[in-house]
């Protein structure tokens, strides 16, 4: 036994979903906060100890998720653990695979390492897969787990995840992708997962848009019927109707740029590429302005005009209506208006707060997360920390860790966050979130909730701007996670559908 005796406490739907991935492909559905990665161990314990000398490949998408994952391991088992990060010599990372009994690592890690020739799967005898739901097109799970599949002496899939996806077809190519041939699927009705679950008080909050920012927003709204108008003079729309959408424009604009790729240059397609590249940033203006802050609004114009070289910044620059939009916007900031978001973020903090409580803010966007930190930071009680990602300005890896550490332990009670602290990471002791603006995801919705009330009652607060993209994106989240919860029970009572519809029978 790898797993230190008393260090586990079993719970019956942890026992029974072990006993069902032992010694098949499976993949585990199950609610954040429940355990998925005490099954993996057990899973590991039990393959390790079966196949004298092998080893197992432990997968998460990010580094911090990988880290953490090590950390619960170092705790857990009396193994050999190695992680595997690019940062490590390539001939380090070869020896470390061969030597450990325990490899844990990013897609992206052994996806080059398999290009490299550096990783041999042929002893590894389980492959854990977690938030499995990314294993799908050409996301690097896809082509480490047919390579394991077909290089390994015991291969053994576990794909771990709270929230697949509301499209059957994503399931089953998951399920296809991964060579699963059974599914273990609990939910919050389950009566041996009950008991486990803490109650959460969710409460949808709906704000106004005030008469200055409304006539701002209506006029936004006339420079994009506009540059429709435009689209529609070079022929690529009949009219100009609301049926003519971001989606639509996106779409429009990736037709175009195949075209530009395959060498059709020609005037309609360059004005084409221009007009809903200029579309795109008048919609990503609208959506800022009504859902998110008029200081990021005003920033993001303000680029425009004055710093952008491309041939569209330079083209919006010169519209007569853009300008004076954002003297007015430019105006109305520095007199103090702003999104009542803001203002009401600050509120439900300081009234559902207690002295020794933590709280979350989810926002989509960076610069929200300033605007919000530096709001915060001026209300009486409130220790607000931004925590973001590692791209382009964003915080190193061991940034983020301190962060974590220091907000658990209660140096920051409020955490501001953008989609990094969405999927897998643990962070303890959560028990209020605000969910800043709606994400049109039935995965990502989930992945917020399971961020809060771990191990107490919690109270979740959803924003909603009426009559914006916050009230679009909410009710598409909510038919999206019912639809998942339909296709995710109609596969618990009839799993058999899963290995009759031709899309596993290669793994059968």
């Not at 506009?226 to 529609?232: G, H, R, S």
């Not at 208006?337 to 803010?361: C, F, G, R, Y």
Request: proline letters at 3%; a positive charge.
């Amino acid at each position: 036994m790898l797993i230190k005796q008393g260090l586990v406490s079993e719970r019956a739907y942890q026992k029974n979903i072990f006993e069902a991935a032992k010694d098949r492909n499976t993949l585990v559905v199950l609610p954040t906060g429940l355990g998925k990665t005490i099954i993996a161990a057990l899973v590991i314990d039990y393959r390790l100890d079966k196949f004298k000398g092998s080893k197992a490949l432990f997968l998460a998408p990010t580094k911090p998720l990988v880290n953490q994952h090590i950390k619960t391991f170092s705790n857990l088992a009396g193994a050999d653990l190695f992680a595997a990060s690019g940062s490590i010599k390539k001939e380090d990372r070869r020896i470390g695979y061969t030597s450990s009994q325990i490899v844990f690592a990013t897609p992206q890690t052994v996806g080059n390492d398999i290009d490299s020739g550096i990783i041999d799967f042929s002893d590894f005898s389980v492959l854990v897969v977690d938030e499995a739901h990314h294993a799908i097109g050409n996301y690097s799970y896809v082509k480490i787990a047919q390579k394991y599949l077909a290089t390994a002496k015991n291969p053994l899939v576990l794909g771990l995840t709270a929230s697949p996806s509301s499209d059957k077809e994503k399931i089953t190519a998951i399920c296809r992708n991964l060579g699963i041939t059974n599914v273990e699927i609990r939910n919050e009705d389950d009566p041996d997962v009950a008991p486990y679950l803490n109650r959460k008080q969710i409460t949808k909050v709906e704000v106004r848009l005030p008469p200055e920012l409304l006539t701002l927003s209506s006029q936004m709204k006339s420079l994009i019927n506009e540059q429709k108008e435009e689209l529609a003079k070079y022929g690529f729309f009949k009219n100009t109707s609301s049926s003519i959408n971001k989606i639509k424009i996106l779409m429009l604009q990736k037709s175009l740029q195949r075209q530009m790729f395959a060498g059709h240059r020609n005037f309609y397609a360059i004005r084409g590429i221009i007009a809903t590249s200029k579309l795109l940033k008048l919609y990503h203006a609208y959506d800022l302005l009504t859902t998110q802050s008029l200081a990021a609004f005003v920033n993001f114009i303000h680029k425009i005009m004055e710093g952008g070289k491309s041939k569209t910044d330079k083209e919006l620059a010169k519209s007569e209506g853009l300008t004076q939009l954002y003297e007015k916007a430019d105006s109305l900031l520095k007199s103090g208006a702003e999104h009542p978001k803001i203002k009401k973020t600050a509120e439900l903090i300081v009234e559902n707060l207690k002295d020794d409580q933590k709280a979350i803010v989810f926002t989509q966007y960076r610069e929200t997360v300033d605007i919000l930190y530096r709001h915060l930071k001026t209300k009486e009680g409130i220790r607000p920390v931004r925590f973001i990602g590692q791209g382009r300005g964003g915080l190193l890896q061991r940034e983020q860790i301190q962060i974590v550490k220091d907000f658990e332990s209660g140096v920051y009670n409020v955490l501001v966050s953008t989609s990094v602290s969405e999927e897998g990471i643990s962070i303890k002791g959560v028990d209020l979130a605000i969910f800043y603006d709606s994400v049109p995801s039935a995965i990502r919705s989930i992945q917020r909730r399971g961020r809060v009330g771990r191990f107490n009652i919690s109270k979740i607060f959803l924003l909603v701007t009426e009559g914006t993209s916050d009230e679009a994106y909410y009710w598409v989240s909510k038919k999206k996670e019912s639809k998942m919860k339909r296709i995710i029970e109609n596969m618990k009572d009839n799993p058999q559908q899963l290995m009759q519809d031709g899309t596993l029978n290669p793994f059968v």
